[in-house]
């Protein structure tokens, strides 16, 4: 039953995608909203099937929002669609800046953000796991535990340690390559994270060593962590725990996000990961959603900013999240002075989300994806998720070395913090 349920789901993305090439494609279907319209979920089902930008004439590029990354434009020097000469490209990203710690550079400059099992079926976290490993990438754990299925791709795998500890062990620790702890959550900055009662199932307490069928909160803050000497302690410990891996963390976007990454950089962590008010699942409320943290388009300038006047900008790496939907995004939190992105919700729309926002609830999604239903689970065969997210990943590589020829640069690398090539359009809001 599960399997036909799984094989009926593919299929509903086939039809989908040939609806919107066979030119039936409308804009008014019930798919999405306005950061993820309708068109740019069918374009993503589309570089997920075939692993190439979209040749439908669908747009790909920009969301509805009118604001943000969708206000942002780029400064040819060549038409990118007339490019051909591409491929030597170096799109690469090396994740430790700092004298100690391993030496990794990942192919793309992008790794998968933090879901946790019970936020996310467990059968979506392989899918994740698989690509990020056959790409040379990253995947994130999210802040509820290790599960055992993860390990045979640990060496692609980052632990997240959040501020209520679930799940958290030593020997998750010992065997990652890259820990991050979360102080807080773009999407609901202050409020700590939330799983509730309704997909705390047996196995996901378990996991987080707690209670099934109750709600579970991380707390905000870290209440071991006031001062910039606090979070030195923590970095001290988790490096103490296993000094052979990078300590990445995570962090919304206050208005003073510049003193906080400078505090970072001195606890002597490798990664500071800013985490924008756009990002997060349908399980965020609403109220907190892009209401309360500064827009992460312009938290990376302010900080890339302020570490480069401090000196110490090329001794750490930043990462953006929140609202990265596309290769065109990632270029241009790029252009404004990041290293890189952090992505969650493109590759849960490549296995087939539809973004309907009922996240929070154990059967809310009927994809197989933010849930924690096994029936519901089964839907996302991990092989099946894993080929659709490496296909979105070639997608955008092309993309993005087709966006960085086009501006007469020859790396990522050298687009970083290159404001001069952006363009900015008036938001609209009609």
């Not at 290790?146 to 340690?161: G, M, N």
Request: charged letters at 25%; one cysteine or more; aromatic letters at 8%.
């Amino acid at each position: 039953m599960a399997s036909l349920a799984a094989e009926r789901h593919k299929e509903n993305l086939r039809r989908g995608l040939a609806t919107l090439t066979m030119g039936s494609f409308t804009p008014q279907t019930a798919l999405g909203h306005r950061g993820w319209t309708t068109e740019l979920i069918l374009a993503t089902f589309e570089q997920a099937l075939t692993g190439e930008p979209p040749s439908s004439g669908i747009e790909y590029k920009r969301g509805g929002r009118g604001d943000g990354f969708d206000a942002l434009g780029f400064k040819f020097e060549r038409n990118p669609k007339e490019v051909k000469d591409f491929d030597s490209v170096d799109i690469s990203l090396s994740l430790n800046r700092k004298k100690y710690g391993p030496r990794i550079t990942i192919s793309c400059p992008w790794y998968g953000a933090g879901m946790s099992y019970g936020s996310v079926s467990l059968n979506f976290m392989r899918a994740r796991a698989k690509a990020a490993k056959l790409y040379n990438t990253f995947t994130s754990t999210g802040e509820g535990g290790y599960p055992d299925e993860l390990t045979p791709y640990q060496d692609s795998v980052i632990t997240q340690v959040s501020t209520g500890m679930f799940g958290v062990r030593e020997e998750t620790i010992q065997k990652c390559r890259i820990m991050e702890f979360k102080y807080a959550q773009g999407a609901k900055p202050g409020l700590g994270g939330h799983l509730l009662a309704d997909k705390n199932t047996v196995d996901i307490a378990r996991m987080r060593g707690t209670v099934p069928n109750v709600s579970l909160y991380q707390p905000f803050p870290f209440h071991s962590v006031y001062s910039v000497e606090d979070h030195k302690k923590h970095v001290d410990w988790a490096r103490t725990i296993n000094p052979d891996m990078l300590v990445s963390v995570k962090v919304s976007t206050p208005i003073d996000v510049d003193m906080v990454a400078i505090g970072i950089y001195y606890a002597g962590a490798h990664i500071i990961h800013l985490d924008g008010g756009y990002g997060g699942t349908g399980a965020a409320p609403e109220f907190a959603k892009k209401n309360i943290a500064m827009p992460i388009e312009l938290a990376v300038p302010k900080v890339h900013k302020y570490l480069t006047e401090e000196g110490v900008r090329d001794d750490i790496l930043l990462m953006a999240s929140g609202g990265v939907r596309t290769a065109d995004d990632i270029a241009k939190a790029i252009a404004l002075g990041a290293d890189g992105c952090v992505i969650g919700a493109a590759e849960a729309v490549a296995t087939g989300c539809t973004q309907c926002g009922n996240c929070e609830r154990g059967r809310g999604c009927q994809i197989g994806i933010a849930t924690s239903d096994r029936e519901l689970s089964s839907l996302m065969e991990p092989d099946w998720g894993a080929e659709r997210i490496l296909n979105l990943y070639r997608a955008w590589s092309k993309e993005l070395k087709r966006i960085v020829a086009a501006l007469g640069l020859k790396s990522v690398a050298e687009l970083r913090g290159r404001k001069d090539l952006l363009t900015y359009r008036r938001p609209s809001y009609d």
